[in-house]
């Protein structure tokens, strides 16, 4: 009897061991970090790349300093800039006040990471550009040709609320070499207080995407975090799309908008595709 209850034990030990060991496969398999494949796109010397994410650190409720690790999703981050890197692009980051962008530790565990997870963290001259990111303030966004926000859980509480970011969003949406604009997750909050030149709202009537309210209420935030893509794309006149799965956390869409200026992506899952249908609006545009 003794023999067969160790037996079972053992046997359940292992199927919980070669679970554990599986568990990122299944994710990915589930809709984690979907591969995006098209076209590979190589643009001409000097096009220049700008990722924007946060210096928020610690996930805090409304009025406390104190909460769980948090920062920029590092595939909302490490995608698009291997992503522009490879296609030949100069690629700079900045965040609202310049310095660390701390990078959420539960984003780079085993079963979330990624292959450009694992080359950021090899890479020393990326993770310098992360240890001392550029403000926002001192960076002139018409230099760029792609313009792109980072999200992870902690630019909901600064990207939204940076008035220099909005208005060098703006700057950038009439500069002469109109750079493509967008983000993806938490990182579109950098866009809903942009104006246009009649001082309303940018991205009034343009169809967008960012998280969804229902991703967040899965994930436990809905109460703690100060602002919600969808609540506020939807507040600024944006006529938001979005996908749905069982778990929003493993759906993913990417919307250009009619004037193709604006590229954004659902979630974390999107970081992929989103660069890269950026690169081809700036592919394009320099074959015109």
Same mark, same amino acid.
């Given at each position: ?107 780079? !565990? ?82 809903? !207080? ?48 979005? !996908? ?22 659902? !979630? ?21």
């Amino acid at each position: 009897m003794k023999a067969k209850l160790i037996k079972i034990v053992g046997g359940i030990a292992l199927g919980v061991a070669l679970l554990v060991l599986a568990l990122p496969t299944i994710v990915h398999k589930a809709g984690l970090h979907p591969e995006y494949n098209g076209e590979a796109v190589q643009l001409p010397a000097g096009k220049r790349a700008l990722i924007i994410a946060t210096n928020q650190a610690v996930l805090s409720a409304p009025g406390e300093t104190t909460g769980d690790a948090t920062g920029v999703m590092a595939s909302e981050m490490t995608h698009p800039y291997y992503r522009f890197l490879d296609a030949g692009m100069q690629v700079d980051l900045a965040s609202v006040k310049g310095g660390k962008i701390p990078v959420d530790p539960q984003s780079i !565990n085993r079963v979330l990471k990624t292959p450009e997870d694992d080359r950021f963290l090899a890479d020393p001259t990326f993770l310098a550009k992360v240890e001392n990111s550029m403000g926002v303030a001192d960076v002139d966004f018409t230099q760029y040709d792609i313009i792109f926000m980072a999200g992870g859980f902690g630019a909901a509480y600064d990207l939204g609320y940076s008035p220099v970011l909005a208005e060098k969003v703006s700057e950038a949406y009439y500069a002469s070499n109109e750079p493509v604009i967008g983000g993806v997750c938490h990182g579109v909050l950098g866009l809903i !207080n942009a104006k246009d030149r009649d001082g309303k709202s940018l991205i009034a009537g343009r169809r967008m995407t960012g998280v969804t309210d229902k991703q967040i209420k899965e994930l436990g935030i809905i109460e703690i975090t100060p602002q919600h893509p969808e609540t506020e794309l939807r507040k600024a006149g944006v006529i938001f799309e979005s !996908n749905t799965r069982f778990m929003d956390f493993l759906a993913t869409l990417v919307v250009v908008d009619d004037e193709e200026r604006f590229v954004t992506g659902q !979630n974390q899952n999107s970081g992929r595709e989103t660069a890269h249908r950026m690169l081809e609006l700036v592919a394009s545009k320099s074959t015109k």
